[in-house]
Every structure is written in C-alpha cells, then in structure tokens.
C-alpha cells in the first residue's frame, strides 16, 4: 500500500493559523520596538539609553519568561496566546491615553515584553504539538521566516511611515494595538489541540522534572548534553542579537552616516539572508550533523560580524581596485560606499544566524517531551536574557565612549570564543528521549 502524500505546512489550518497569528503580532511588537528605540534615539541620542532600553525588552524573560513556560505546559496554549495579545492590544490603548515622556517608555517596554512572553512561550509550545515530528525542521524555518518578514515590515515600513506623517508614536501604538487583536482572533483559528499522552511522547524523565516549578527547564536542559549545546547556541546568537540592538543606533548615525529610520532600512538585506538561511537550515537539519552545522554557522557570523565593524574602512581600501572600483562612485545623500559594504556583508549575516538557530532549535525540538517543551524554551529565553543583561549596558557605554567600531568588533571577539568553549564541552551519553532519537 502506498502512503499517503503529506499535506504541505501552509495548507494544514492550524500550521496556517498559527502562521497567521505569528506574523499580525510580531509585525506590530517589531514596530513598537524599534519605535521606542527611535522616540528615545530623538530624545536622548545616547547609545547607552538605547541600550537600556533594549535590557528593558528582554529582562522579563527571566522571570515571566519561566512563569509562562511553565503555564503554556498546564494550561490551554490557545487561551494563553490569545490572553497575550488581547493583554498587549490593551497596554497599547493605556499608552495612547497616558501622557508621553522617557520613563514612559521604559515602563511600557517592560509590561510589553512581559505580556508578550505567555503568547510567544504558548506559539512555541503549539508547534510540536500540531506538526509532525519530521516535519519540525521546516516548521522552525517558516516560523523564523515569518518573524524576518514581520521584522522588515515592522523595521523598515510601518515604524519609520508612521513617525514621520503624524510625529508621534500614538497613531503607531492604535495600529500595533489593531495587529495584536486581529492576532487573538487568527489564535482563536488554531482550534482544539489533539492531546498526547505522555507514554506516546516518550519521556525518560522522572526525577528531573521532580521540584520546584521553575527548575524545570534547566533539570531537563542539563539531563541531555546534547540539548544544553544547543541551549547555549541560541543563548550566545541571541546575546549577540541583543547587544547588537542596543548598538545599532549608534552604528547607523556614527558609522553609515545615516538618520536612524533611513539606516535601517541598508541592514534589512539581513532578513533575506535569514530566509535563504531558514530554507537552506530547514533542508539540511536532519541531514546534515548539528555540529557541523552551527560549527559553520557561528564561523561565518563572527567573520562576518567582524567585518560589518569596519565598513567604512574596508570600502576605502576595496575602492583602491578596479574590481570593486564601483565603491567609491556611490554618493546618494549621506550614503556611500560603506553603506553599500553594510547591506552586501548583513544578507550572509543573517544566513548564518538562520544556519545557527535552526540547527539548535531542531535539536531542543527532537530531543525534549512534548509535555516539557513550554518549560525548555522559556528557560533558555531567560538564560538568553541573563547572560545579555550587563553586557548590552557595557557595550552601550563602550559605544559611547570609545566608538561603535570597537564595540561591535569586541562583540564579535567574544561570541566567537563563547563558541569555541561550547563546542569543547563533553558530550558526555545522552539518553534516548523520543522514539528512540539521541
């Protein structure tokens, strides 16, 4: 008998749903971010504000990151994504209706980013469980694919359009608060979850997930060796991530030249080159080892890294040949020949840490039960948010005080070597967790 061909993701209503869902509140939380960035930019011009205001977006991950981890393992996920947007729908109003000024933004970022931990966490932990498991790999990849295109909307059109016709960030926060509804209505869609015992996950935890609720996640992380590796991939990539965005307005005004909502705009090739990245990812993880794949994935994002410091410099020293004599012609504005580096140098930056994310993602996915997943992944969000806590303010005063070049190059210098030390961890025996995988 032959078997029967798969339905492709897309056409599957709940992966469609959650799709949907995923994109309308991402889409509107990219904009409130980097809107907040830009209104604190214009009323500060400080690196290190930014950078603060950046430790204020992920922060919460450590402690209502576990909370919802842990609650999008007991409780319904549906209910809990739909209360997560509804919650963020509302702050939006509340902001609209109070009056306007740097510590109001601080506050609002928090409260955001601590509502937007119980709608993500439950996304997460709906994925295993309405997607088969040999298909996880390219549901990651279209999950990270929607957040890069929800990414450049937020980033590049819907931020930057909205401040400069109405002036203010109001208008931005009534169009964010209309995403995050349409949000828990494309939730509603998902429907009933099948339910999955727990002999047919498979688990061989019994004394790790004995304890306080929020240990969880990490007993389950350090049981399998392999799971930790990968739990400290994407802490390291995310740290980078993190940093990095607390360093960007500074990069875009000191090194490219450029007003900050113009300058985004020259590093959104990235998000193409996560895309590339998440399609190329989604294909190779079960094909290809994980270590050879974040070996090269983090390889390439700390050259590339690197280089993206010295922009200016390296478009200097290209344009001295015929080749690439092309680099000293470009003169549109404040843009020119580094600009021009920073777009070429991001595409591959971002298909790195699509390679990276995808890889350790898969791992988490086929290695930790269904029932722990919620708490795994809010877990390792909360150590992404520790280990980025001081050092997205230490590079956010380095940046003011010596430069944004030197900042980034550092950042790049140290996730490199943050790598080098995982890799050389023992793998030690893992235990066999699903269906017999290692």
Not at 230 to 250: D, Q
Request: glycine residues 10%; hydrophobic residues 55%.
């Amino acid at each position: 008998m032959t078997e029967q061909p798969r339905t492709p993701l897309l056409q599957q209503r709940q992966f469609r749903m959650l799709t949907f869902t995923r994109f309308s509140s991402r889409l509107a939380q990219n904009a409130l971010n980097f809107g907040l960035v830009l209104l604190i930019i214009n009323e500060t011009g400080s690196s290190f504000t930014s950078s603060l205001l950046v430790l204020a977006l992920v922060v919460p991950s450590t402690v209502a990151g576990i909370a919802a981890g842990a609650a999008a393992d007991v409780f319904p996920k549906r209910l809990l994504i739909v209360a997560g947007d509804l919650a963020r729908a509302a702050i939006c109003i509340v902001f609209v209706r109070a009056s306007e000024g740097v510590a109001q933004y601080y506050v609002v970022a928090v409260v955001l980013s601590a509502a937007t931990q119980f709608a993500t966490t439950a996304e997460g932990a709906v994925m295993p469980a309405i997607v088969e498991r040999s298909e996880l790999a390219r549901a990651n990849a279209i999950g990270q694919a929607v957040g890069g295109a929800a990414q450049v909307l937020g980033f590049g059109v819907l931020t930057p359009v909205m401040l400069r016709l109405f002036g203010n960030g109001d208008p931005l926060f009534m169009v964010a608060a209309a995403l995050f509804a349409l949000a828990a209505f494309q939730a509603v869609g998902i429907g009933r979850l099948r339910s999955l015992s727990r002999a047919e996950i498979g688990a061989r935890y019994p004394e790790e997930t004995e304890g306080t609720w929020w240990k969880v996640g990490w007993r389950v992380m350090r049981a399998n060796p392999s799971v930790m590796r990968a739990a400290i991939e994407l802490t390291l990539i995310s740290t980078a991530l993190i940093v990095l965005g607390g360093l960007i307005p500074k990069y875009i005004k000191e090194t490219l030249g450029l007003p900050v909502d113009v300058g985004a705009l020259i590093l959104m090739p990235a998000a193409i080159g996560v895309v590339l990245g998440l399609r190329t990812a989604g294909f190779l993880a079960h094909r290809v080892s994980h270590a050879v794949l974040s070996t090269f994935g983090f390889v390439t994002f700390v050259i590339l890294l690197a280089l993206v410091a010295f922009v200016n410099q390296e478009a200097e020293f290209l344009g001295g040949y015929g080749l690439f004599a092309w680099l000293n012609d470009i003169e549109i504005g404040s843009f020119d020949g580094g600009g021009a580096m920073a777009m070429i140098l991001v595409l591959p930056l971002g298909f790195a840490y699509a390679i990276v994310t995808v890889a350790a993602q898969t791992v988490i996915n086929d290695l930790v039960p269904l029932h722990l997943q919620g708490r795994v992944n809010s877990t390792q969000a909360a150590l992404s948010a520790l280990a980025a806590s001081l050092p997205v303010l230490a590079f956010g005063a380095i940046g003011d005080w010596v430069g944004v070049t030197p900042a980034v190059a550092l950042l790049a210098a140290l996730i490199g070597a943050g790598a080098v030390a995982n890799r050389g961890r023992r793998s030690g025996k893992a235990p066999a967790l699903v269906g017999g995988q290692r």
